[in-house]
Each structure stands twice: as structure tokens, then as C-alpha cells.
């Protein structure tokens, strides 16, 4: 077993594929995603290409987004910029004209989002990610909507993570504070234990306090093994605990390295993090 409460043996334990030190060397990457560090990652949207609809126009280009076991890999960049875009386009919200997206190894672009859940994706989107007049309780159920067996056990380990979601259990999702909300949110997604979480702008509208709890409990559940993939507004604090991060720009792979990397570099300081 893998120690990762929150799976059987469904994850990908192949260490063989994790790189401990992050996603490598610091590169501008300016217009394309061609060949960002893309080799093996677990999850991975290589070089995606398309909008929304089938006329409508562009939105990513060339744009590459991944995570691999073990990682915490973060998505800043202005407003606009196609972050949730391409976190849709990786969970088949999105046609993707060109390019594809791959999970441990196999093409999945043409999946369907439910059939993205049953192969293993755990999705938290920017906007109406719970279900505010049904119970906190009643979410995480709905959560495990994929599931024939026995999710008592996840259940209790969701509560276990955040323990003011079995506090609240019997209150509708829509009372609780936005922080609480978005433990509702994460907490949903954990109950199809997914070999990979995505998470759009967890922290979106909390307090600087709430927020440093947030980040804590993400990082706990990358501890359990499962790879997250997330979005990031507040993008000082995220890049500090991001093994791997992106900067996308108008649908395009801007900046890319390691978490520490962009961090340091002047460019990304000046035009990204506020100097
Ligand atoms: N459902 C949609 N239909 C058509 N265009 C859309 C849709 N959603 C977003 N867009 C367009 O796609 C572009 C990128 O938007 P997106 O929401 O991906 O940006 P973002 O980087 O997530 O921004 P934010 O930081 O504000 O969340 C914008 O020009 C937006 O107007
Ligand atoms: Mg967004």
C-alpha cells in the first residue's frame, strides 16, 4: 500500500519518473509550450491549442501545462491570461485543436470530463466548485458520485484534513465562510481519490490568515502522494511552495521553472510578483 490515505493503489508509484529537485532549470518560453520540461509528467496538457466552442477564437497557444508525482506545480499570471482556460482544457472542458493531454502515459484528449474523474482527475474549478443548498455532508457525497463501494472511510479522512467540515457536516454549504467553502471544495474532489488533484484558485477571497491554512492542508495532501496541479492568484506565496511553476501570458507559456526560480528571477519579480 502507499500510504496515501486517500487512494487504494490507483496512484502512479513509479519514483523512477518524480524529479526530488523540481522542474529544472529557469527558461523564458516565450509563444510556445514546445518542449517545457514535458518528458514523462504524469499529467500532462502538451502544447495545447484552442478556445471555447467550435468557432470561437484561439485562447491557448501552444500551451503547456504538467505535474508529476510528488509535486506541486502552480499556474500564475495576470488576469486573463488563460489559466482556468487551460486547467479546462486538460479536464476536456475545451476543444483542443492541437495538442494533446496525457495521463500516466495514455491519450486522453478525447475523454470526456466524467470519464476524466473515472480515469483518475480530481477537479476544482474557479466558480461554483460546491452545491450551496445541499449540506457540507450531502457535497462530499455527491463527490463520490463515482463510486460503487464503500466511501465512509474517505469520508472520515476528508474530516480528518479539515476538521470544521465534520463540525458543520449538517449545514448547508452555502453558510459557511468562503475558506470553509473551499475545504468543501477540495474536500468533494478528494472523494473519488484521484491519482491527481487540480485545484483553480483554492485561496480565491480569503484572508491572508486562511489562506497560510489552505496552502498547509494542499500541502498535506501532496504529502500523501497525489500530485497537484493548481492556480494561483496570490503568486508570491504559491511559487514558495511550488516544486514547478508556470507563467502564462495571453494563452502562452511565458516563464517556467522551478517554484524557487521564478521567485528569484528579476523579470518575473518585476512584471509579475510586484517587484
Ligand atoms: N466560457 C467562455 N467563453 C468564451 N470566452 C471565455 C470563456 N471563459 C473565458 N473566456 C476568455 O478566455 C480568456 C482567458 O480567460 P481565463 O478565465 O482562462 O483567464 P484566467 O487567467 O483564468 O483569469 P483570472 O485570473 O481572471 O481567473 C479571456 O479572454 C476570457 O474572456
Ligand atoms: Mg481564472
Do not use: W
Not at 502522494?225 to 516544486?243: F, K, W, Y
Amino acid at each position: 500500500m502507499s500510504g496515501n490515505p486517500y487512494q487504494n493503489d490507483r496512484g502512479n508509484k513509479d519514483r523512477s519518473i518524480t524529479n526530488p529537485h523540481g522542474a529544472g532549470t529557469l527558461r523564458p518560453s516565450p509563444g510556445t509550450g514546445e518542449g517545457v520540461h514535458s518528458d514523462n509528467a504524469f499529467l500532462i496538457g502538451d502544447t495545447m491549442t484552442g478556445g471555447y466552442g467550435s468557432g470561437g477564437p484561439d485562447i491557448l497557444h501552444e500551451c503547456t501545462i504538467a505535474v508529476n508525482p510528488g509535486e506541486i506545480a502552480v499556474i500564475v499570471g495576470p488576469n486573463g491570461a488563460g489559466k482556468s482556460t487551460a486547467m479546462k482544457a486538460v479536464f476536456g472542458m475545451l476543444n483542443v485543436r492541437k495538442g494533446s493531454v496525457r495521463l500516466d502515459g495514455k491519450d486522453i484528449t478525447d475523454l470526456s470530463p466524467q470519464d476524466r474523474v473515472a480515469a483518475g482527475m480530481g477537479f476544482v474549478p474557479q466558480t461554483s466548485n460546491i452545491f450551496t443548498s445541499m449540506t457540507v455532508e450531502e457535497n462530499l457525497e455527491m463527490g463520490a458520485f463515482i463510486r460503487t463501494d464503500d466511501f465512509r472511510q474517505t469520508m472520515e479522512q476528508v474530516y480528518e484534513l479539515f476538521p470544521i467540515l465534520r463540525e458543520k457536516r449538517k449545514q448547508a454549504a452555502g453558510e459557511l465562510s468562503g475558506g470553509q467553502r473551499q475545504q468543501v471544495a477540495v474536500g468533494r474532489a478528494l472523494m473519488t481519490q484521484p491519482k491527481v488533484l487540480m485545484l483553480d484558485e483554492p485561496t480565491a477571497g480569503v484572508s491572508p490568515i486562511v489562506m497560510d491554512e489552505l496552502f498547509d492542508r494542499i500541502i498535506e495532501v501532496s504529502r500523501t502522494g497525489i500530485p497537484i496541479l493548481m492556480v494561483e492568484q496570490n503568486a508570491r506565496q504559491a511559487l514558495e511552495i511550488a516544486d514547478r511553476g508556470y507563467v502564462l501570458v495571453q494563452g502562452r507559456n511565458a516563464y517556467t521553472g522551478t517554484g524557487k526560480e521564478l521567485l528569484e528571477d528579476p523579470e518575473v519579480r518585476k512584471s509579475f510578483l510586484g517587484g
